[in-house]
């Protein structure tokens, strides 16, 4: 006999289709806006969320955990030798039937599924995922003083799923400052892959320019300026036997530039490959040294459609909201 009916799972939860249907009062457009990042990016860290969409940690760290109790977010904490690992959090299976719903196809549309979200956590490229989401968080956080903005942030996946014939950049953005606007491909090196492999990317953006006629400069971050040093040899060893090497303008910098002050990917720290002195200039002014590069409007561009990426990518930034709800 069972003593207490009413404590059975079956009748304490509600269906999961009604579950899924409370969410609709229970999610702002801020928590939307989380979701479409998780989707877009696979995993992003208590800290990331809270630099790109709350006033504090603990903010952060309450709502999410309401939205993982929502069944909308999963995290996980990776192994760690000493001390603990942030939260890293990604797409859960109700978060996943929001989005699925908001654009009209079904979950498997998205590609989701709930073990392969959660597969990043033993993914030896978990590392560099959280790297590319780093400098791309920095530089949207740091963008809003003179009237600069990070306008566009599109993941490894998107760019692959529109460009991996081709080439398969770790992400793609679109800065403005001012009147002027620059699209580029990020290419994020963590120091692990031999500089002679990065440099042979390059082919790849050659093809790219030569067969799309858009040029879009690529930029180089690597950990150190010796290894900086290094990498502008053997880019510059590959760049100058390119068929028409001013169609692949290329720029590097070095995380350890980084003023700890302004620790943001826009300061005063990129070097273009041409450039014959040391005079590194800001993300916006590399613009100026490549005449031939196609001319960006500072609006929010549109990716097109494929079969790989149903939604659109969400703003870099979420949208406005009083509170911290």
Known sequence: ??????????????????????????????????LRMCHEHRVLTTG?????????????????????????????????????????????????AVLAAEAGVEVHDLGYRPDRALAIAHSLHLAHTLGVVEWFTALATTSGADNAALLAWWSEHRCRALWGDLTRPDGYGRYARGETALDFFLEFDLGSMALATVAAKLHC??????????????????????????????????????????????ATAAAD??????????????????????????????????????????????PPATRHAVLVPPPPLPPAQTGDR
């Open 48 to 96: 990331q969320f809270t630099a790109l969409a709350f006033s504090s940690v603990n903010f952060a760290r309450r709502r999410l955990a309401q939205l993982h109790n929502y069944g909308a977010l999963e995290k996980f904490r990776p192994l760690r030798t000493s001390g603990s690992a942030p939260a890293h959090w990604v797409l859960g299976p109700a978060g996943a």
């Open 1 to 34: 006999m069972i003593p207490d009916p009413t404590r059975q799972p079956a009748l304490r939860h509600p269906s999961r289709a009604m579950a899924h249907a409370q969410l609709a009062e229970r999610l702002t457009e801020r928590d939307r806006w989380m």
């Open 205 to 250: 953006y050659a093809e790219l320019a030569r067969t799309s006629a858009v040029i879009t400069p690529v930029l180089f971050w690597v950990p150190t300026a010796a290894r900086e040093v290094s990498a502008r040899k053997a880019l510059h060893d590959i760049w100058t036997g390119l068929a028409d090497p001013d169609a692949v303008p290329v």
């Open 257 to 302: 530039l980084l003023a700890p002050a302004h620790p943001s990917p826009a300061q005063r720290v990129w070097l273009p490959l041409t450039a014959t002195g040391g005079e590194r200039v800001r993300l916006d002014q590399l613009a100026s040294s490549w005449p031939r590069v196609t001319s960006a409007p500072a609006t929010v561009p549109t």
